[in-house]
């Protein structure tokens, strides 16, 4: 068990208490941190208040069924990350003097991105640094840059407008949304599809923080969640949806690319300009662990997009 020195004669202090301490933090609940940390519910208790007793402080107050932190917990979140942010740099630096044949890398993806882009980005790399121990997070778009910025993860694969200064960005290729339906929904069969139109038929969304829904709302205008709205969270869940015919859907055309093709899903003529967005990976501009740092250049050698973020 690694340890960090006592200090004032208190009890020492372990990484795994501080890395449960920064996860439930994150979370706001600890049964979801557990699932994360791959640790039980009472294990990750154990650790928090192990950690409470050693430092005499309270961290966490209940709040519902979830947690939140004490003023003490958040003034000591952000250094406690830092912490286990330097013990990664650390070992990274040391696999990376015998030429990367081992290290880690954490990453978090957005949901289109993880599921339908990351696999072919990574091919090439996991062929060259077999000996690199890659981790993927699917979440959303809003919560890959938030693990970025709290040092959860080296870096983050997103779509979508949110925010992301103070973050060093990379963008990778292009991608299009598109506005589908199953061949047999009542849209599919109009010639012109006002958006007027849609707010009769169910609307197929995504979860809050998604940067696909995001730009729907660009997309759609007025009529965006006029009518019915089945939300879903994951991109799959959304396609599967659209081909059973319960309604219709904005989507990255990565997504949908092969039910387009064999016509299991037809793009509905609404008349919009296509929305394009670009794929991008980010991190912070301290990052530059022999992990990331060779997974950059790899994104970089393989980027479909021009500065002007349009394709090449």
């Known amino acids: ?73 958040r003034a000591l979140a952000g250094p406690a990350a830092a912490v286990l942010a330097a013990r990664r740099s650390f070992l990274d630096v040391a696999e990376g003097r015998t ?15 993880g599921i339908y882009r990351l696999p072919d980005w990574l091919s090439g790399f996991v062929e060259r640094f077999p000996g690199v121990a890659v981790n993927v997070r699917l979440v959303n778009t809003h919560e890959a840059i938030r693990m970025v910025h709290d040092v959860a993860v080296d870096c983050a694969l997103v779509e979508g407008p949110e925010p992301r200064q103070g973050l060093d960005e990379l963008g990778v ?33 995504r979860e809050p923080g998604s940067g696909t829904e995001e730009l729907a709302a660009q997309l759609l205008g007025s009529s965006y969640r006029r009518g019915p709205v089945l939300e879903l969270g994951q991109v799959d ?14 989507i990255s055309l990565a997504a949908v690319a092969d039910d387009l093709a064999a016509r299991r899903l037809c793009l509905l003529p609404t008349g919009r300009q296509r929305l394009t967005r670009t794929l991008a990976a980010l991190r912070r501009p ?27």
């Open 1 to 73: 068990m690694y340890m960090i020195d006592t200090f004032d004669g208190l009890r020492a202090v372990t990484l795994d208490q501080l890395e449960a301490f920064v996860v439930v933090a994150r979370h706001e609940h600890v049964t979801r941190a557990a699932g994360e940390l791959g640790l039980t519910q009472p294990s990750v208790s154990h650790h928090l208040r192990s950690l409470e007793d050693a430092l005499g402080l309270s961290l966490f107050e209940r709040v519902g069924r979830g947690v939140r932190l004490t003023d003490d917990g």
């Open 99 to 113: 030429g990367l044949v081992v290290g880690r890398l954490a990453i978090a993806a957005s949901n289109t991105v």
């Open 173 to 205: 290729e292009v991608d299009e949304l598109v506005v589908v339906a199953a061949p047999e929904h009542p849209l599919a069969g109009l010639d012109r599809v006002r958006l007027a139109d849609l707010s009769g038929h169910r609307y197929l969304a």
């Open 237 to 250: 869940a959304v396609r599967a949806a659209v081909v059973a015919g319960l309604g219709y859907a904005v």
């Open 286 to 312: 301290s990052s530059h662990s022999p992990s990331l740092d060779a997974f950059w250049s790899h994104l970089r050698a393989i980027a479909t997009v021009r500065v002007d973020g349009r394709s090449t």
